[in-house]
């Protein structure tokens, strides 16, 4: 990587204005995690070379993921609207403009605009050439449709991603939800237990069966989904966090505190993790423990009205065992 970046460089020292060599560059270092250095390379290598697709896809990319969300929408819709003449490589050109659209459509939908999403989705699917692999495009359709309740068309898409791609883990999954939701329960469990067969090392996969089966009724084999979910992410907070939550859902208190345990350690500074932590301390007897979670969460997030009712819950039963003196003005 270092010989790679001083070749590079080298060539650019040259000659300033090549736009595949800038771009390469910006790889590099985006590889690298080097953001802002990466997002300068990008934008000299769009600046030399304006119909650079790819570039904007990559800058789009990181500007969204630093959290510029304008931005990164400007980014890819500026990508989608290059003219298609005079490319050097129109092939690749339309891939990028086709993941460009796909991730401007993921933002959108992440921020509850699907129909906006679909339309975007859309253009996608008729910009798309026939080289670009569609199987991501059209789950995230399903997507969309799904949290729009429209139900037919979702499962439309989930099938056409499967189709593109039979291995397709994330397809599994929502087409697995979708079929629960309609109630084919059975046909549901497969696509489930598919995707974990597909990959057994992925503890989402078995977070997502949990969640099935706690609904189903089945809290014991959900916990175990659950057991096995945090101990293949154990560094995954959303994992985790969820993991604790259905073992607490199935009793099985102590195993529950191991989790929020490990995930208010995940995330020292989320409110939500340190309250819930509290709550399953406050649950298990541990009463000075889960005080001193409720007290940080509420350093997080003063104004938050269950933890502080939470708090004075636990205020009450610590008076009464002699473990607090009562105080003449509680927060």
């Excluded at 789950?139 to 729009?148: D, I, P, V």
């Excluded at 503890?203 to 175990?224: D, I, T, V, W």
């Excluded at 509420?298 to 009450?316: E, G, M």
């Amino acid at each position: 990587m270092a010989e790679a970046e001083k070749a590079y460089r080298n060539a650019l020292h040259y000659r300033g204005n090549m736009a595949d060599m800038l771009y390469n560059l910006g790889l590099l270092l985006q590889e690298n995690e080097r953001f802002s250095e990466a997002l300068h390379y990008y934008k000299l290598a769009i600046g030399s070379r304006p119909t650079l697709a790819s570039a904007y896809l990559n800058t789009g990319i990181i500007l969204m993921n630093q959290g510029n969300l304008e931005e990164a929408k400007r980014t890819f819709l500026t990508c989608a609207d290059i003219p298609d003449e005079n490319l050097k490589d129109p092939h690749a050109h339309k891939s990028s403009v086709t993941s460009c659209l796909y991730n401007l459509g993921k933002l959108l939908h992440e921020h509850g605009q699907q129909e906006e999403a679909l339309s975007v989705y859309k253009e996608a699917v008729q910009k798309m050439p026939k080289q670009f692999a569609p199987h991501s495009l059209f789950n995230m359709m399903g997507e969309a449709y799904m949290r729009l309740n429209r139900l037919e068309e979702a499962g439309y898409w989930y099938r056409e991603s499967l189709k593109a791609k039979p291995d397709h883990i994330p397809a599994h999954l929502t087409y697995g939800k979708l079929l629960s939701i309609i109630g084919e329960k059975s046909e549901a469990e497969k696509y489930y237990l598919r995707a974990i067969q597909l990959d057994p090392t992925k503890g989402n996969c078995y977070m997502h069966y949990g969640q099935f089966l706690l609904e189903q009724y089945r809290p014991k084999e959900a916990a175990e989904m659950a057991e096995r979910a945090a101990e293949l992410d154990f560094d995954e907070f959303d994992v985790v966090f969820n993991a604790a939550h259905m073992l607490r859902q199935a009793s099985l208190n102590e195993a529950a505190e191991r989790q929020y345990e490990r995930a208010a350690s995940l995330r020292p500074d989320y409110p939500a993790a340190l309250m819930n932590l509290g709550a399953i301390l406050h649950l298990n007897g541990k009463l000075p423990e889960a005080e001193a979670n409720y007290l940080r969460a509420l350093v997080l997030k003063p104004d938050d009205a269950i933890t502080q009712s939470n708090l004075r819950k636990l205020w009450n039963i610590m008076e009464r065992q002699g473990l607090r003196t009562k105080q003449k003005a509680d927060p």
